[in-house]
């Protein structure tokens, strides 16, 4: 019994020891063959190559994996439902060293997103990683860019969408911007910064839609809808969120916190904004509603919204001619706590309504 036991200690050992070794190898990405050997290694290197339309580039890889991208990927053009890209793993590593992912938007956008029309592969990108993400660089995304999941702490750096090129209608689009839907990112998950991004897109900027813990700070948004918590369906809580240092340049929104009005049993605390810079807001700086999907329809009062402040540093605001520069249209009783809004400095555009607020204190609006 000892004996067969003892050897079977030494075996495991052995074992163990292989493993470990042979995980400190580098894996090479050069197709979507390669990838199963490759994620036996911690170190992945990714070269230029075309991910056949219809398949997920999934990476699932080991803890504490560095991955470096080395050339530009290239989607085969292909409707069906997505993702694109698939990474997941704890402790990761991954630079992007901005190598352009090409979604091959052009192909698919039709001014519709994925309401109706060509159906879309979205996200482009799913990220369920703890760790870093820097340097990425999204091109022409079909619809939504990324969606972030993460297990543990991650930090995102230097990430650029940019789907400038479907601000222009096409053949496919009539006369609207031929690019639809494109969130930059869908955020659900707790512990993450995102910072030093650019978002060149159709939709929201930064979405959140569930965690705690996230600060989004000094990116640079372009021709979408802004920063957004929300839309914030049932059963949800959205907590301690920081967006400082960020710029909002022609776009729709701003900030902007948005609940369903059917939602029930939500909650978004603890949102401060504090030195941001947002121009030509073409429709509203600031918008807080309890009627998504309608901006000030009848709001639902199944969320609680409260202390939600602009402070700690001044965020200043132009609206074009013709936008609101804040409305809040909470419903009753579901908007409380303490405001200070004392840091919000507004310009342009003309003023909004306020309904069912009582707590807002210090705004020149
Ligand atoms: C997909 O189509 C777009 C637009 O037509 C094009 O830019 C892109 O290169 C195409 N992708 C591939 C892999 O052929
Ligand atoms: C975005 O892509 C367009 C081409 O579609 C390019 O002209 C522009 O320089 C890019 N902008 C950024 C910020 O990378
Ligand atoms: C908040 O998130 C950051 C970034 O992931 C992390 O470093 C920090 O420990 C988190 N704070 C708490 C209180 O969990
Ligand atoms: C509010 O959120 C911030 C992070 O944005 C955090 O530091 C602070 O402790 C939170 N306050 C409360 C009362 O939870
Ligand atoms: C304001 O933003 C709109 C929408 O993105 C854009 O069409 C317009 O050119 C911008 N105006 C200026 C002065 O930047």
Redesign the pocket.
């Known amino acids: 019994m000892f004996p067969s036991l003892a050897l079977g200690f030494l075996l495991a050992g052995i074992a163990a020891v292989t493993a470990a070794k042979s995980s400190s190898c580098i894996g090479t990405i050069s197709s979507l063959d390669d990838v199963s050997n490759a994620i036996e290694c911690t170190t992945v290197n990714i070269n230029a190559f075309?991910v056949p339309?219809g398949k997920t580039f999934k990476l699932k890889l080991l803890d504490g994996t560095t991955v470096n991208v080395l050339g530009e990927i290239?989607?085969?053009?292909f409707s069906w439902a997505g993702p694109l890209f698939q990474v997941s793993g704890n402790d990761i590593t991954f630079n992007g060293n901005n190598k352009k992912w090409?979604g091959?938007?052009?192909?698919y956008w039709d001014g519709q997103g994925t309401n109706s029309g060509t159906q879309k592969p979205h996200p482009m990108m799913q990220i369920s990683i703890s760790g870093t993400l820097n340097e990425v660089y999204v091109l022409?995304s079909p619809a939504h860019a990324f969606a972030i999941t993460n297990p543990g702490p991650l930090t995102i750096s230097g990430v650029t969408v940019n789907d400038s090129l479907g601000n222009f209608p096409n053949s496919k689009s009539g006369n609207r911007a031929a690019a639809h839907n494109t969130d930059g990112f869908d955020v659900s998950g707790s512990n993450i910064i995102i910072k030093h991004s650019t978002v060149i897109n159709q939709d929201d900027c930064l979405a959140i839609n569930r965690g705690t813990n996230i600060t989004f700070a000094d990116n640079y948004c372009e021709t979408g809808h802004g920063i957004s918590i929300g839309s914030i369906s049932s059963d949800s809580v959205v907590s301690n969120i920081e967006i400082s240092g960020n710029h909002v340049v022609s776009s729709m929104f701003s900030f902007r916190i948005k609940t369903d009005a059917s939602a029930t049993n939500s909650a978004v605390r603890n949102v401060t904004y504090s030195d941001n810079v947002a121009t030509n807001c073409t429709d509203f700086g600031v918008l807080i509603t309890q009627s998504y999907p309608s901006n000030l329809g009848t709001p639902g009062n199944g969320v609680t919204i409260s202390d939600i402040n602009f402070h700690h540093g001044t965020t200043s605001l132009t609206a074009a001619s013709g936008a609101y520069r804040v409305a809040v249209n909470c419903g009753s009783g579901s908007c409380t706590g303490d405001w200070d809004w004392s840091g919000l400095k507004t310009s342009g555009g003309k003023v909004g309504s306020i309904l069912n607020n009582h707590v807002i204190s210090g705004m020149t609006y």
């Not at 290239?74 to 053009?77: I, K, S």
């Not at 091959?104 to 192909?107: A, R």
């Open positions: 075309t339309g290239q989607f085969g053009n090409d091959g938007g052009p192909f022409n």
